[in-house]
T-cell receptor
Framework: DGGITQSPKYLFRKEGQNVTLSCEQN?????MYWYRQDPGQGLRLIYYSQIVNDFQKGDIAEGYSVSREKKESFPLTVTSAQKNPTAFYLCASSTTGGPYEQYFGPGTRLTVT | QQQVKQSPQSLIVQKGGISIINCAYE??????FPWYQQFPGKGPALLIAIRPDVSEKKEGRFTISFNKSAKQFSLHIMDSQPGDSATYFC??????????FGQGTTLQVKP
């Protein structure tokens, strides 16, 4: 069953703690993306990676970090420096040769109190 | 110039009616325009997409109309059904592969 998995579905953390969100894909896609979605808003790009061991900041990278050590995996760490981390986080993947159809995982809802 | 503006923010349609959602962009380098459907608590799912070399693309009850000169594109849902009630996002991409998303439209189809 090909697709993107994100775990866990719900995550609760105390303020000041770092937390890592998992994203795995078995679509053999080179590119992977992390988005943040807030209620009533569109998707905002946090980080993206087009190849293993390389990644670029998106529009709202401050307070987040990523790694891309394997093609299948692109974990996102929400650090204590992120001022408003409570949100719905979505991971996506795509090919890099166009037409850049991005396929999304089911998302992780992070609540920080 | 990187923005994609989507309207309306919310839409209520009667069952069997036509739902129309509009998007506009400025960046003429955009060459791929997908629409995504998202149900509450789920990830967005690719619904239909168009490239600027065609003016219309139809898949079942879903049609994208594209006006390159006006830099606008729209999603039409024919014979709207209660199961179509969801949030719809338009997006645009250039050869960078990065998608720029509209703000979303929440569609409610009343039975």
């Amino acid at each position: 069953d090909g697709g993107i998995t994100q775990s866990p579905k719900y995550l609760f953390r105390k303020e000041g703690q770092n937390v890592t969100l998992s994203c795995e894909q078995n679509l053999n896609h080179d590119a992977m993306y992390w988005y943040r979605q807030d209620p009533g808003q569109g998707l905002r790009l946090i980080y993206y990676s087009q190849i293993v061991n390389d990644f670029q900041k998106g529009d709202i990278a401050e307070g987040y970090s990523v790694s891309r050590e394997k093609k299948e995996s692109f974990p996102l760490t929400v650090t204590s420096a992120q001022k408003n981390p409570t949100a719905f986080y979505l991971c996506a993947s795509s090919t890099t040769g166009g037409p850049y159809e991005q396929y999304f995982g089911p998302g992780t809802r992070l609540t920080v109190t | 110039q990187q923005q994609v503006k989507q309207s309306p923010q919310s839409l209520i349609v009667q069952k069997g009616g036509i739902s129309i959602i509009n998007c506009a962009y400025e960046n003429t380098a955009f060459d791929y325009f997908p629409w995504y459907q998202q149900f509450p608590g789920k990830g967005p799912a690719l619904l239909i997409a168009i490239r600027p070399d065609v003016s219309e693309k139809k898949e079942g009850r879903f049609t994208i109309s594209f006006n390159k000169s006006a830099k606008q594109f729209s999603l039409h849902i024919m014979d709207s059904q209660p199961g179509d009630s969801a949030t719809y996002f338009c997006a645009a991409s250039s050869n960078t592969g990065k998608l720029i998303f509209g703000q979303g439209t929440t569609l409610q189809v009343k039975p």
